[in-house]
Every structure is written in C-alpha cells, then in structure tokens.
C-alpha cells in the first residue's frame, strides 16, 4: 500500500482546509486509515481514524467538533476536513493506513505518507 497526501498549506487562524489521502496498492487490503500529526519538538500524535468497513470514526480531544474524516471508497482517498483551525494545529500531518498483508493475509501492516505540512497564522 502506497500513500500520497494532499491539501496542506497556509492559513489563518479560524481558516479551513481540507486534506487528501490518496492510497494505491493492495487497497482492498485496507482496514483502517488515520491521520496523524506532528509539531515541531513534540511527538506523533493521532488525530482521525476511520474503519474502511462501516466508517466508524475516533477524533483525538482537541480536534473533536472542528475535524471531520471521511472516505471515497470508489477513489481509494481519505480526507480530513479541517475547520476553526489554530495555530496550534500547526503541524505535519501523515496519512497511516492499517492493512492486513502477507502470505494469508495473517500480518497487520501499516503503511505512512510522505506528510503534508500544514501552518495556521495567528
């Protein structure tokens, strides 16, 4: 599985921005895609994840109410719709999928994007 993020960029607190994950690769495989973060000097911290099966969502607490994560199972992409940001939201976000591989489909893999980074202006 191959990832490819999208969508980051500059903007103002109170801004929005939407973000893109785009995987290919053994996508059927896929049963679960996340994003997660990283500031500078702190560590990755996840932010979304969704269920490929169902869309069941989990929202980290200080995102809950302004982030949304969805998915476009005909275009193998998730996104993660970001408004009301601040500027600590400042920060890379990688994509992480969660997929089973290996002979018989026994091993849990994950695969990371190349991050995308996104900065909020105060």
């Known amino acids: 599985v191959q990832l490819v993020e999208s969508g980051g960029g500059l903007v103002q607190a109170g801004g929005s921005l939407r973000l893109s994950c785009a995987a290919s690769?053994?996508?059927?495989?896929?049963?679960?895609t996340a994003w997660y973060r990283q500031a500078p000097g702190k560590e990755r911290e996840l932010v979304a994840r969704?269920?490929?099966?169902?869309?069941?969502?989990n929202y980290a607490d200080p995102v809950k109410g302004r982030f949304t994560i969805s998915r476009d199972n005909a275009r193998n992409t998730v996104y993660l719709q970001m408004n009301s940001l601040k500027p600590e939201d400042t920060a890379v976000y990688y994509c992480?999928?969660?997929?089973?591989?290996?002979?018989?489909?026994?091993?849990?893999?994950?695969?990371w994007g190349q991050g995308t980074l996104v900065t909020v202006s105060s």
């Open positions: 992480n999928a969660q997929y089973y591989g290996g002979r018989y489909l026994y091993d849990h893999l994950e695969a």
């Open positions: 969704i269920t490929s099966s169902g869309g069941t969502t």
């Open positions: 690769g053994s996508t059927d495989n896929i049963y679960a």
